[in-house]
């Protein structure tokens, strides 16, 4: 019911930035929590970030606290996830996730995903 689309990876260098936008086609964009996860080769999926649905809590993992910010326009449907100082262990491929009601840090815990969004990091 909900389709998930990413954008905004890239290859950049050791301390660049990036922003990844993710769009819902949800007109009730507002009752999910949304999260972004990502995932590496060889290694297993982990949490990056979550926004409630109205955006008043944000949660981050703690390797990216400090230097990632989730937020999101419900006017637009889309989640946002600004990336700063990049490091090349940020290399992974990053998921948008959507689940009614709050959102959570678990990744089996949603119901939709986007197809992803590569964002490789070179030191």
């Known amino acids: 019911q909900v389709q998930l689309v990413e954008s905004g990876g890239g290859l950049v260098q050791a301390g660049d930035s990036l922003r990844l936008s993710c769009t819902a086609s949800r ?26 649905g109205g955006g008043a809590y ?10 990632f910010t989730i937020s999101r326009d419900n006017t637009k449907n889309t989640v946002y996830l600004q990336m700063n100082s990049l490091k090349p262990e940020d290399t992974a491929v990053y ?27 070179s030191s």
Do not use: L
Not at 28 to 37: A, I, Q, V
Not at 58 to 67: C, E, F, H, I, L
Not at 101 to 109: F, L, V, Y
């Open 27 to 52: 007109r009730t964009f507002s009752s999910y929590g949304m999260g972004w996860f990502r995932q590496a080769p060889g290694k297993e999926r982990e949490f990056v970030a979550a926004v409630s």
């Open 58 to 67: 944000t949660d981050y993992a703690d390797s990216v606290k400090g230097r």
């Open 95 to 121: 998921y948008c996730a959507a689940q009614f009601g709050r959102a959570s840090t678990q990744w089996n815990d949603y119901n939709y995903w986007g197809q992803g969004t590569q964002v490789t990091v």
